[in-house]
Structures are given as structure tokens and as C-alpha cells.
């Protein structure tokens, strides 16, 4: 199924499940594993102390925890922004996030209340430019660089969009934020798009934008309070050893084998986000030993 689900709230608005790969299957990162020594505790400082020593052993000393600083970006920060849209890959995705909001408003309503007609009439203004963009895009290499006149052109466009949903306020579902949010999200995600079309990314994309991307992957460095709850703010996809719970997975199969770890990722999107979510893979020592894994038990657990 799509990314986020058919119809979730966090749908990626901007791909098209008939000609985007990555509407279906997310980016791959490479992992690989360490050894580090794990400790069975819960909710203790002394052991808290201990993995966290352990775990910078084996990860490093960790960088400072960062937002992506494209997150909550306000108007007045893009328009001061001169280096988007870089590609026309990146407009093609940003005027599809366009689109499927307005569309939504058009046929949606407010909340259960019919729509103004002053509303209706500037969402089809706005429906009718995203249109223009769009046919526009279909006839170009998405990997391409914008010509000047081009960029100005979509960047006035974008703006007038963005200005027109703070008037729309309290009319229609949409905030504006949530047109400037897409808007940040789309820039990471045709970062990555870029990577896997081998594009060289240093010569084609923006170098705050790649380096602002880049850091959400790398391990953060914890806190004292971080090891005692064993919650961390980089996720720590785990083999054998004790695991990370929110719950009481750890204690209900703690005389079972740990076969992997996956926790909740920054390094996605929303829905990856959820540091708070981990997924557990148990097995029984008897059946490890019989190399029976059908007996394996999976576990989700979320905050």
C-alpha cells in the first residue's frame, strides 16, 4: 500500500502510487551492526550509565541532538531562502502537495459546514494554477535545474498559494503551515531521490539542505536520563541482548532469545518518526536451539 496507508493524515501528498517507486517502497539505508554490551536493568541510573557508556564505546561520542531545521520553517523563512526549487523534480512535488490539498477543500468542506462561496472560487483559482504547474512540469527532465526566471516564476506562485490559505484560516482544513511543512518535507524528500538516481547531489542540491538531511541519521548524544529509561533520541535497531521497551515486552519475554530490534526512525518521515514505537522479534531458547522459527513471537509496543 501507499506510504502512511491509503488515506492516513500522513499520506505523502506529493507522490503518484502509478509513477512514484517511493509511494510504495521507502528509501533503503544501509545498516550495520556493532557489538556493545547490553545490560538488564529498569529504570535505574547505575545501569543507565553503564549502556550509555557501552553503547558510545561502540557508536562514538554522538553529536548534538538537531532538528530538521526545515520543519517548522515560517513564510518569512522561505522567502528569504533564495536556494529552492532546485529541480523540477522538487516543483513537481510541491505543486502535487498543492493540488491534493486543495482538492480536499474543494470536495471536504469545513468540517461538516458547506464551503463559502468566496472560498470555493479561490480554491478553483488555486486548483487552476496548480493544474498550469503541473502540465508544465510533464514536459521536463525532473533532475534538471530551474532556469532563473523559472524559479522566480513557481517561487511567486508558491508564496501566492501560501498567502491566499492564511486568508482561506478557519474556512477550509488546511493551515498554511501545512503548505509550508509539505513544502520542507518535499525538499528531503527529493534530496533522496536524487541519491538513488546517483545524481551528484554536491553539484545539484542546495549544501545546507543535504547537511541538514545527512545529520538526522547520525547517532545523537544521549543523556543521563536517556539510559535510565533506555529511550533514545536516535533509534537503536538491536540483535540479541535485552531490547528497548515502553511497555512490558522486555519483562514478559525476558527469558526469551532477542532475534531483532527495530525501532521508530528520525531519519524518515512522520510516519517512521515515533521513537516511542519498537518492534520485537522473540523466540523461545528450546526453539533457537531446534532452529524452529516458527515459534518466533513479534511484539509492537508504541508510547
Request: net charge negative; with cysteine; hydrophobic share 35%.
Amino acid at each position: 500500500m501507499p506510504l502512511a496507508g491509503t488515506n492516513g493524515d500522513y499520506q505523502v501528498k506529493w507522490l503518484d502510487p502509478n509513477l512514484d517507486f517511493h509511494s510504495k517502497v521507502e528509501f533503503k539505508y544501509p545498516v550495520s551492526f556493532r557489538l556493545f554490551r547490553d545490560f538488564y536493568f529498569r529504570e535505574d541510573s547505575v545501569g543507565g550509565e553503564l549502556m550509555v557508556e557501552e553503547l558510545c564505546k561502540a557508536l562514538g561520542p554522538g553529536e548534538p541532538h538537531e532538528s530538521d531545521l526545515l520543519q517548522f520553517r515560517r513564510l518569512t523563512e522561505y522567502e528569504k531562502d533564495e536556494d529552492w526549487p532546485f529541480n523540477w523534480l522538487l516543483i513537481t512535488y510541491v505543486v502535487r502537495s498543492v493540488l491534493s490539498h486543495v482538492q480536499g477543500d474543494l470536495t471536504g468542506g469545513y468540517y461538516g459546514k458547506p464551503l463559502t462561496d468566496e472560498a470555493t472560487m479561490e480554491l478553483k483559482r488555486l486548483r487552476a494554477g496548480a493544474i498550469g504547474w503541473l502540465e508544465r512540469c510533464r514536459g521536463l527532465t525532473p533532475m534538471d535545474d530551474v532556469d532563473p526566471e523559472s524559479k522566480a516564476s513557481f517561487r511567486s506562485w508558491w508564496f501566492d498559494v501560501a498567502h491566499a490559505y492564511k486568508e482561506l484560516d478557519g474556512k477550509v482544513p488546511t493551515y498554511v503551515s501545512t503548505i509550508a511543512g509539505d513544502l520542507g518535507n518535499a525538499i528531503n524528500h527529493t534530496i533522496r531521490c536524487m541519491a538513488t538516481q546517483d545524481v551528484d547531489i554536491s553539484d545539484h542540491a542546495p549544501p545546507s539542505y543535504v547537511a541538514n538531511l545527512a545529520r538526522q541519521n547520525h547517532w545523537k548524544t544521549p543523556t543521563e536520563r536517556d539510559g535510565k529509561y533506555r529511550h533514545f533520541n536516535t533509534a537503536l535497531h538491536q540483535m540479541l541482548g535485552y531490547g528497548s521497551t515502553w511497555q512490558e515486552a522486555t519483562e514478559v519475554h525476558l527469558e526469551d532469545v532477542l532475534l531483532l530490534q527495530m525501532e521508530g526512525d528520525l531519519a524518515f518521515f512522520n510516519w517512521h518518526s515515533d521513537i516511542g514505537g519498537v518492534l520485537h522479534f522473540w523466540i523461545d531458547r528450546d526453539a533457537l536451539a531446534q532452529r524452529d522459527f516458527s515459534k518466533v513471537a513479534a511484539t509492537f509496543e508504541s508510547d
